[in-house]
């Protein structure tokens, strides 16, 4: 029977004080209880840590847990500061374990509080790493930008498109008084939004005297003559131009210089001859 050369304890006494799949070591014949103690570590039964050294007893958990060839406690430790981090408060790069205030200070991009604000992207670790996080990538959440209104730097989120500060935009905005009245129409300008433009104004037909609303570039004109109402002269004929809002000669009666004929000749052309004596 195989008997633990430490303490001459076999296999079966073992058993009921230390459990577990081999409780004296084949190869160095000793106990789980005095490996601990033995000068010669064995690669059967132990395992010593990477970092601190420490003798860790295998299939001892959760005594003894194993991650990656160190101990619990140095598997857990800071690359750059060395203080225990774990879980949530830590983040895995490049196999490496940062806490969370180190990694934000030595990988965060250069641009951030800048130009940009990040967020860390991670997944959640598998098998030894199963409570930590592992980095992926940074993600932009906000940009510095200027204020359209007040013209002060903000931070805007990437995915709004929003140009004012928040403070600009609960302000409550103006509402500008319409100078329009009985007489007079106007907008607002499209370059100057504050600004009112005057679009039609409110006249009256020289021959019935009704009222008539002439648009801003048709004022021009000294009288102004309704839908109704065209200009009597004998010697034209109009017809009313609704672009101009105004009655257009199309014919026009003159006196022919040849034969002496009042004839109609179209307006659009300056004759003193009617269209026989022209032929």
Known sequence: MNLCIICNIDEIECGIYILGKINICRKCNTCRKCVKKKEIVCNVCTVKCKKCEKILLKDNWPEDIIKNGKC???FHLCKLCNK???GKKSIIKNNNRYCLNCFNK???PKDHDKKYK???ITKKGVDSELDSLIFLNW????????CESCNENFWKPVNFNNEKCNKCTRKKTEKLEDPSDDYKKYILSEKDKK????????KKCIQCFSSIWIKQENLKSKHFYCRNCSPQDERKKCKYDDKSQRWIPYRILINCHNCKNDKWIFSQKEKTLCKQCED
């Open 195 to 202: 600004k009112w433009v005057l679009i039609e104004e409110k």
């Open 139 to 146: 993600r932009k959440i906000k940009k510095s930008i200027i």
């Open 84 to 86: 225990y981090a774990s």
């Open 72 to 74: 619990n406690k140095c």
């Open 118 to 120: 990040y967020k860390i």
């Open 106 to 108: 030595n990988f965060i």
